[in-house]
């Protein structure tokens, strides 16, 4: 496996607090992703990230913000957890983001329920 | 916009049987595909991309432009293969969109 890490791996919450989500890479890998896992959804990218401090939205991310401070690090904050929020995170990272077909790399993901 | 989709969301063979899992996109660009697999307790990992033509544990996909597919094959399915399959799609941005996804369950 690619070193990549998230914590943490499970998460119980109530509707309305804030949640931080943290994915870890050693591998210096430029690009890092945030994607939620639904029944009936697939994979679908919350945030992604380019270079330190250089973050864009992806097709779901009302309701989330992200930072990333450190090349290694890339935090997905939810301000007010909502139900619909429940869902496992991936986090992702790859060496470069192009036409090339460039791989992936999945960390294990965090299981979050907003009750 | 993209679209990925994979009609079945369930799809059961016995092992030694071929097995097709299908992959259908839209998209108005040049399109790179990929399967991804996740395996039991396993994390999503890279199976095949249509870029480098391999052949992974057996399994093989083909681009079809014309029918805009990119169905994943196999001539004899094993019950090491039983897992969720993802088609996803590349665009110009390099941004990934998934299908839903397909579980394939192998019986012996």
């Known amino acids: 496996d690619a070193g990549i890490t998230q914590s943490p791996r499970h998460k119980v919450t109530e509707t309305g607090t804030p949640v931080t989500l943290r994915c870890h890479q050693t591998e210096n890998h430029r690009y890092m992703y945030w994607y939620r896992q639904d029944p009936g959804h697939g994979l679908r990218l919350i945030h992604y990230s380019y270079g330190v401090k250089d973050t864009d939205k992806g097709e779901v991310s009302d309701g989330y913000s992200v930072s990333r401070s450190k090349t290694e690090d890339f935090l997905l904050t939810l301000e007010s957890a909502t139900s619909s929020q429940t869902s496992v995170y991936f986090c992702a990272i790859s ?4 036409l090339a077909g460039d791989t992936q790399y999945f960390g294990p993901g965090t299981r979050l329920t907003v009750l | 916009a993209q679209r990925v989709t994979q009609p079945e969301k369930l799809l ?7 097995v097709e899992l299908k992959c259908n996109y839209s998209y108005s660009g ?3 595909l990929f399967w991804y697999v996740q395996y039991s307790r396993q994390r999503l990992q890279l199976l095949l991309r249509h870029i480098s033509r391999e052949s992974i544990k057996g399994f093989t996909a083909d681009l079809n432009k014309g029918e805009t597919s990119f169905h994943l094959k196999k001539p004899f399915a094993q019950e090491e293969d039983s897992a969720m399959y993802y088609c996803a799609l590349s665009t110009s941005y390099g941004k990934l969109t998934f299908g839903q996804g397909t579980i394939l369950t192998v019986h012996p």
């Open chain 1, 95 to 98: 060496e470069s983001m192009g």
């Open chain 2, 12 to 18: 059961s063979v016995f092992k030694g049987a071929p």
């Open chain 2, 30 to 32: 040049s399109p790179e």
